[in-house]
């Protein structure tokens, strides 16, 4: 792809700590001097708050326990996919924002679990920064990958992720257990059909793995550390990575397979530094003209 206006992409699940990795290359905008489009993958939900809970009702009316988020039907993807390739061509899109809580909410003067109306991206960005579910969601009727140039897959093994989602919903959302358990068993299908394949499309992926038991996420009361797990970095396309130069810099890291690292997870910070930051310079560099 002919690289005019980048577009970067960090895909995964709820809870699966996209918003870390979104940390680190806003560290790396700022300090690279990058104006970066900032776009939510929740803004691309077809249902506000409310509506979703009747769509959820009306799917249970059909006896369709398995509509969710992650799935096609409860996401805008076709504009999805138009915004990527707009703004590739021609640096321009039509976003909105979601508004999660009063604090987002307030200063839009809408309540929260609503959508800001859609507007056009502000101008002169450098570019397009995804997080969210289905930034490199193919089905039979999108391609939203395609027109991605650099794509990102968070993704910690499912037992761990399952514990961030059953601690975080019970302690900031004072789900049960049982309300928990019941969301991951109706996410399920979505999450093998539209989730899992992405990760066969990015470029890198970043697999959190504990080394503290966690055979029963269910009765977890705490979510292991940055330093009880190690990180798995898989990458596409080995050949352009200079990995003696990260097994240099990372103390204790490991080559596992030909195109794959192993670094401590406390490491993770730094390991996305080294790796993102000549990539991302690599994307400015080969657009036409990059103004300020």
Known sequence: MSVKHPVVAITGSSGAGTTSVTRTFQEIFRREE?????????SFHRYDRDEMKVAMAEAEQRHNRTFSHFGEEANLLKELEN???DYGETGVGSVRKYLHDEAEAKPFGLPPGTFTPWEDLPPG??????????GAAVTESVNVAQYADLLVGVVPIVNL??????IRDKTERGYSSEAVIDTILRRMPDYVKYICPQFSHTYVN???????????PFIARSIPTADESFVVIRFADPKVIDFPYLLSMLHDSFMSRPNCIVVPGGKMDLAMQLIFTPLILRLMDKRPQRSR
């Open 206 to 216: 970043f697999q959190r793995v504990p080394t503290v038991d966690t055979s029963n």
């Open 161 to 166: 992720e399952w514990t961030q989602k059953v």
């Open 83 to 85: 915004l990527f390739r």
């Open 34 to 42: 990058i104006t970066a489009a900032i776009v939510e993958g929740d």
């Open 125 to 134: 960005s450098d570019l397009l920064f995804y997080e969210g579910l289905h």
